[in-house]
């Protein structure tokens, strides 16, 4: 029922000229918002320092996280990624980044090429982030936890892929119509 009216929504999104603008405006905004990554112990002992001096200087880290962040797969910059998720976030209620951790396999003890499980895939490194249209991400619940997440399936062309739930950043908003089993 939710991708249902998530569907609709982007639908109403594309073909309302005036829901475009305002969605747009915001989302393009947000995009353009420079995200970096800070050295949190030189940001902290320079904000002491600050208190005394007012010096207002930043430390940033050049590293892996920091070229991910900036540029996000071979076809996006950073703002154009983060325009989209806010976009789809403001139309749908929910956005989606799938992190990109390889193929998911690797050689387990026997030397035999095997599906890695979720556990040995959140220690791998994220190579690419990429935008999920909410229209097309089914959540799976964890049948344990009313409230737990199990799974993140992506659905295209009537085919369903298994993304996993370490490799899935879900920004979702409330939704009022609680429903205990879906």
């Given at each position: ?8 929504y ?62 996000p ?33 690797g ?6 090429l ?51 739930k ?17």
């Amino acid at each position: 029922q939710q991708k249902i009216r998530d569907d609709l929504y982007a639908k109403g999104f594309n073909s309302n000229t005036a829901v475009y603008s305002i969605v747009m405006k915001d989302a393009n905004k947000f995009g353009s918002i420079p995200r970096y990554v800070y050295d949190a112990s030189v940001m902290e002992e320079k904000s002491m320092r600050r208190r005394i001096e007012k010096k207002a200087q930043t430390e940033y880290l050049n590293n892996d996280l920091s070229k991910l962040i900036n540029r996000p797969n071979a076809y996006e910059s950073q703002d154009f990624l983060f325009t989209k998720v806010r976009a789809s976030y403001k139309v749908c209620g929910e956005g989606f980044i799938w992190l990109n951790r390889g193929d998911g396999m690797g050689i387990d003890k026997e030397g035999v090429l095997t599906k890695l499980s979720d556990e040995e895939m959140e220690r791998l490194p994220v190579v690419e982030m990429y935008w999920l249209p909410a229209d097309h991400v089914i959540v799976v619940q964890d049948p344990n936890d009313m409230f737990g997440i199990r799974d993140f399936l992506l659905e295209v062309n009537g085919r369903r892929q298994r993304l996993g739930k370490p490799n899935v950043i879900h920004w979702k908003t409330i939704h009022l119509d609680f429903d205990p089993i879906t």
